[in-house]
C-alpha cells in the first residue's frame, strides 16, 4: 500500500476529495486506517499536486483530515494492447 494523501474536503454527494501524494490510477482502491472507504473516480487538478475524487462505499467512514492510502491493481501483459490484425494477410 502506498499512501494517498490527506482528506480536504467531502463533497455534498459524498464523494472526498483528497490531496494526492502519489499518482494513482483511476478505479484503484482506497483505504482508511485499514478499513476499504472507496475508490478514485477522478483525478483532476494542476500537475505538481493532483487532487483525486474518491467514491465512498456505502459503509465508509472517514472525515477531513483522515489520511488514505491506495492498493493499485497489478499489472501483467493481458493489459497491453496488441496488435490485432490478421497475419494471413500479406
Known amino acids: 500500500m502506498e499512501k494517498l494523501g490527506v482528506i480536504e474536503e467531502i463533497t455534498c454527494d459524498g464523494r472526498m476529495i483528497v490531496r494526492c501524494s502519489a499518482l ?32 465512498p462505499l456505502q459503509d465508509a467512514t472517514a472525515g477531513k483530515g483522515s489520511t488514505t492510502f491506495f492498493m493499485g491493481r497489478k499489472r501483467d501483459a493481458k493489459d497491453k494492447r496488441r496488435n490485432r490484425r490478421d497475419r494471413s494477410l500479406p
Not at 478499513?35 to 467514491?55: C, L, M, Q, T, W
Request: hydrophobic fraction near 30%; charged fraction near 20%.
Open 24 to 55: 494513482p490510477d483511476i478505479g484503484d482502491q482506497v483505504f482508511c486506517k485499514g478499513n476499504k472507504i472507496g475508490s478514485v473516480g477522478r483525478i483532476f487538478g494542476p500537475v505538481d499536486e493532483p487532487y483525486a475524487s474518491v467514491n
